[in-house]
């Protein structure tokens, strides 16, 4: 079993960042894939972007340019840096782990409880 916690949300300005951590715990495995998913009130969980085990990262086109996926494997952790944010990235980030990137982006695996991102105009 895999158990993953989000840390790092919180309220900023437009124009403003914010890191994400996704810290993971259990049965952890080096080269599983990581990636992150958003979602809010009254919308749908939408892919945001994702890590393989390589080091490939795939990113939503919304956050492309402005979102930074990294792993860190000493330390079972994962990472979305955000950068110029905008208000409409506000939503809860949720964090998901499983054995390939493709599984990761179809939003299987294992999957923490989210921390909310909250950006104001």
């Known amino acids: 079993q895999v158990q993953l916690v989000e840390s790092g949300g919180g309220s900023v300005r437009a124009g403003g960042s914010l890191r994400l951590s996704c810290a993971a715990s259990g049965r952890t495995f080096s080269r599983y894939a990581m990636g992150w998913f958003r979602q809010a009130p009254g919308n749908e969980r939408e892919f945001v972007a994702a890590?393989?085990?390589?080091?490939?990262?795939y990113y939503a086109d919304s956050v492309k340019g402005r979102f930074t996926i990294s792993m860190d494997n000493a330390k079972n952790t994962g990472y979305l840096q955000m950068n110029s944010l905008k208000p409409e990235d506000t939503a809860v980030y949720y964090c998901n782990t499983e054995r390939t990137v493709g599984a990761v982006q179809n939003g299987g695996g294992y999957w923490g409880p989210g921390t909310q991102v909250t950006v104001s105009s």
């Open positions: 890590i393989s085990g390589a080091g490939s990262t």
